[in-house]
Every structure is written in C-alpha cells, then in structure tokens.
C-alpha cells in the first residue's frame, strides 16, 4: 500500500499556494479532479459565474467560502490576452484597467503599431504603469 500511497499525490494536478487552495481542493473535487480546472482561465467575473454554476447543487458552501475560490481561482488561473488583437472591452476586462486605459491602449496600437514587451505598453501615457506591473503575467504580444 505505500507504493499507492506515493502515486497519488503525483497523479492529481497540483495547485498554486494562496489563500482559498484547501477550498477548492476539499470542494471543487467532489465531482471531478483539478485538471479541469488548471486548464482554464478566467476574468474575475467569469470564474464567478464558473464557480455559481459548479455549485448550484451545493447549498451548504457558504458565501463566504465562495468569495475565497472565486478570489483563489481569479488570482490563480487568470485571463490572458493579446494586447496587439483584443478590444478595449476585453483588455478592460483580462487586465483589470478602467476604460480609458483600455482605450489608450488601442488607440495607440493603431497609431504606433504592434506592442512587443510591458515596456511598450509603458508608453501609453494614459496608462498607470504600476498596474502593468502586477498584471504582466497575462499579456500576450
Ligand atoms: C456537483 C459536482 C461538481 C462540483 C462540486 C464542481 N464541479 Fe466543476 N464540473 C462538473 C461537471 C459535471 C463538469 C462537466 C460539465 C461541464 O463542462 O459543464 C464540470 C466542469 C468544470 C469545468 C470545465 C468547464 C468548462 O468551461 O469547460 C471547470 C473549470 C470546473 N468544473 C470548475 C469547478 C470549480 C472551480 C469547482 C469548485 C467551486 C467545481 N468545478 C465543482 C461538476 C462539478
């Protein structure tokens, strides 16, 4: 029995650290194994509904409880996006700018041409620079 012992943590699909992990581990495998959830992402509003859906038939889950995953699984497996392609609306959305931002972004890829790095996005003087920061991780060039 050790042998199975050892294998089964390798067999599930690890999640990040962070506040809400327990939750969704104990919680989101009653039906199914984590795979399906790394293999997402989502905006915070898109996990939300997500996470509503999945656990329609589980009243007692608390709200608190579901604020944690959503906040986990937001943080976790964010929405990635394209600066060079997506809208305003969908930047807006993936990298949690407000819509003048987003904007600025666009307007200054059809002036100036394709973004290659953080760097580039810099240059949008509309656009806090500091928010770019904590959200590079999810833009695509
Ligand atoms: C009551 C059973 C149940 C629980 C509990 C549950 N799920 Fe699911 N989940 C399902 C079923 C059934 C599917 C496959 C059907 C589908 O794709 O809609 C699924 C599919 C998914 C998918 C893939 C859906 C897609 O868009 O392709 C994700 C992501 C997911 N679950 C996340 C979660 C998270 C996060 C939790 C915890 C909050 C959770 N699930 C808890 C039953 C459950």
């Not at 959830?37 to 509003?45: D, E, F, H, P």
Request: hydrophobic share 45%.
């Amino acid at each position: 029995m050790l042998e199975l012992a050892l294998l089964i943590p390798l067999l599930a699909q690890s999640l990040p650290e962070g506040p809400g992990k327990e939750l969704v581990e104990v919680i989101c495998t009653a039906c199914h194994d984590t795979n399906r959830i790394v293999a997402k992402q989502g905006t915070k509003a898109e996990w939300q509904s997500r996470v509503l859906e999945m656990l329609q038939e589980c009243p007692d889950v608390a709200q608190d409880e579901r604020d944690k995953i959503v906040n986990y699984l937001a943080k976790s497996f964010p929405k990635h996006v394209n600066v060079n392609t997506a809208s305003a609306k969908e930047i807006e959305a993936a990298l949690e700018l407000s819509a003048k931002e987003a904007e600025a972004i666009v307007t200054f890829r059809q002036d100036n041409g394709k973004f290659h790095a953080v760097q580039d996005l810099k240059k949008v003087a509309a656009v806090d620079s500091a928010k770019l920061d904590a959200v590079k991780d999810r833009i695509e060039y």
